[in-house]
């Protein structure tokens, strides 16, 4: 049974720091591109970084200098690094897994998210 599962979330003031973290299971980690979505209320769902299966890093430019994102292939687990935090990344964060064949995701998997809130 495949399984993604979220943790880190919680209230934060602005400036601070977080690290979400995701763990997986029931799949062969290593061979899919982990991410990491956001959704705040009324918005529609936006990629927030991605790291692919050889570590390659790709960031949304309003978290670019701010998040980081890292893999930890023998554990199952993926983070993100979140510092510097604004209200504006007030959000539901989802841990995303995908199987890439070139540019097409064969198989597509979703934790059930992480509230994080920043506010003073």
């Known amino acids: 049974q495949v399984q993604l599962v979220e943790s880190g979330g919680g209230l934060v003031q602005p400036g601070g720091s977080l690290t979400l973290s995701c763990a997986a299971s029931g799949f062969t980690f290593s061979s899919y591109v982990m991410s990491w979505y956001r959704q705040a209320p009324g918005k529609e769902r936006e990629l927030v970084a991605f790291i692919t299966t050889i570590g390659s890093t790709n960031y949304a430019e309003s978290v670019k200098g701010r998040f980081t994102i890292s893999r930890d292939n023998a554990k199952k687990l993926v983070y993100l690094q979140m510092n510097g935090l604004k209200p504006e990344d007030t959000a539901v964060y989802y841990c995303?897994?995908?199987?890439?064949?070139?540019?097409?995701?064969?198989?597509?998997?979703w934790g059930q998210g992480t509230q994080v809130t920043v506010s003073s």
């Open positions: 995303n897994a995908q199987y890439m064949i070139g540019s097409v995701a064969l198989n597509r998997y």
